[in-house]
Nanobody, 121 residues
Framework: QVQLVESGGGLVQAGGSLSLSCAAS???????VGWFRQALGKEREFVAA????????TYADFVEGRFTISRDNAKNTVNLQMTGLKSEDTATYYC???????????????WGQGTQVTVAS
């Protein structure tokens, strides 16, 4: 079993930056880690994912080069560095782990409690 805790959210002005962190306990290294987000009244959507070794990443189209996902397996953490934030990035951000490579949240087994990101325009 894996337990995940997200942190780093907050209030930022449009154009600003935030760095989210996902800290894991349990067996973490063999999982794909993904970041998803859910805005109020909307479904959870994929943001980014990273392979267990960190060599492969993928991003949602709306990221447009603004976000970078990275992982440190020695520290059991995955980070999401976000720059050029827009008001439409406002959402609760969740990290999850999946045994396989996927952008679909239904394949992710464990989730954190989420961290709120609010971008003021």
């Amino acid at each position: 079993q894996v337990q995940l805790v997200e942190s780093g959210g907050g209030l930022v002005q449009a154009g600003g930056s935030l760095s989210l962190s996902c800290a894991a306990s349990g067996v973490f290294i063999t999982y794909v880690v993904g970041w998803f987000r859910q805005a109020l009244g909307k479904e959870r959507e994929f943001v980014a994912a990273i392979s267990w070794g960190g060599s492969t990443t993928t991003y949602a189209d709306f990221v447009e080069g603004r976000f970078t996902i990275s992982r440190d397996n020695a520290k059991n953490t995955v980070n999401l560095q976000m720059t050029g934030l827009k008001s439409e990035d406002t959402a609760t951000y969740y990290c999850g782990v999946s045994p396989g490579w996927s952008r679909d949240s239904k394949f992710y087994r464990y989730w954190g409690q989420g961290t709120q990101v609010t971008v003021a325009s």
